[in-house]
């Protein structure tokens, strides 16, 4: 075990929440996992890095998938020419694999993702990777040291909350406690995503494909996100809006965006009893906001993120009035997303309005 050579992959996608759900359920094998989130961030990277096998979204902004893949077979500097590409796409239909075998990927899987099928795709593709993914004792036996479990994790109670399948959603999580982190940051950004998609959607011009094409890509991650935390009812609106920007039918997505928007919102408002935390004190002290930001952004430029998590927290535990809560929930999604430059941009914009 001593010996073993430690994994190397890549998770490429351009939707945060599913980068971070690869990660989470990843992170406690003995696995080095990058991540990229875009296709130009991907050839970056393969250029750099070896890595054991990439796992790459299909449908990117800019360079999609595909071209990312065949980008990459043809660059001369590319470390990973030999390396087993899977592909991952919601789009199940016979036409997108066609696409993708004729491509070349080594394999596909379907979104959502599961742990047992990222499990078996490794297993298919990469030698020696199942010492690390079902690690052993001498003996034979499973060692259970190697079994990391939240026994506290595990006895929490998600809440029975209209239009969200927990049983569904914890297929894709290792615990509910995980499971409830990704809902907590989902809800967090809400208003920011839902204005981003608002805003997709009135720029949209009968005769401009691209800014259809600007929306498909907009509904498509919030089709994902929903599937993942067991939102049906989300999730295929947002399928039928995708489709229908595929296929230039705007008068479909006037009638059903309103419809969509208004369900989100609902949704939204029923995960608004559990996260809202009313009983926190206000924090109406100018002075000790701009210090608090001032200290946290100095550690992001410093890179010192177990400071920056701290005071993050410590900032955290006030409410705030209506402008600052919306600015200051957005910076802590940020922050746990990893998103430092996001976050030093998010930082300086309110300490602007501050000033």
Request: proline content about 2%; hydrophobic content about 40%; glycine content about 4%.
């Amino acid at each position: 075990m001593a010996d073993r050579i430690t994994k190397k992959l890549l998770v490429v996608d351009d939707n945060d929440m599913n980068r971070m759900v690869f990660m989470a359920a990843l992170a406690d094998l003995d696995l080095v996992v990058d991540e990229a989130s875009s296709g130009a961030q991907c050839i970056e990277m393969a250029c750099d890095k070896y890595y054991d096998m990439i796992f790459m979204d299909i449908m990117m902004p800019g360079m999609n998938g595909i071209d990312t893949y065949k980008n990459l077979q043809s660059n001369a500097d590319n470390k990973c020419v030999n390396t087993p590409v899977v592909a991952l796409t919601a789009d199940g239909s016979d036409d997108m694999r066609k696409q993708i075998d004729d491509a070349g990927f080594a394999d596909f899987l379907g979104k959502p993702v599961f742990f047992d099928d990222i499990c078996d795709v490794m297993r298919k593709h990469i030698p020696g990777i199942d010492d690390i993914l079902s690690p052993e004792v001498s003996d034979g036996e499973i060692d259970e040291s190697q079994l990391t479990v939240d026994d506290e994790a595990e006895d929490i109670i998600l809440p029975d909350i209209d239009g969200f399948d927990w049983e569904a959603a914890q297929t894709h999580f290792k615990n509910p406690q995980v499971l409830w982190e990704f809902v907590r940051n989902f809800y967090k950004s809400y208003k920011s995503t839902a204005a981003r998609i608002q805003k997709a959607y009135d720029s949209i011009d009968d005769t401009d494909g691209n800014s259809v094409n600007t929306y498909r890509i907009e509904v498509h991650a919030l089709k994902s996100n929903a599937a993942l935390f067991g939102n049906e009812v989300l999730s295929d609106m947002n399928r039928q809006l995708e489709e229908a920007a595929g296929n230039g039918d705007v008068s479909f997505i006037r009638r059903m965006h309103p419809v969509m928007m208004d369900e989100w919102e609902r949704c939204m408002l029923s995960l608004s009893e559990y996260l809202t935390e009313s009983n926190k004190e206000l924090m109406s002290d100018a002075g000790w906001i701009f210090s608090m930001l001032s200290m946290l952004k100095m550690a992001l430029e410093e890179m010192d993120y177990d400071k920056a998590d701290a005071i993050m927290k410590d900032i955290m535990a006030y409410s705030y009035d209506e402008k600052f809560a919306r600015d200051i929930n957005e910076l802590d999604v940020l922050i746990s997303n990893l998103e430092n430059v996001a976050a030093i941009t998010q930082i300086d914009n309110i300490l602007m309005g501050l000033e």
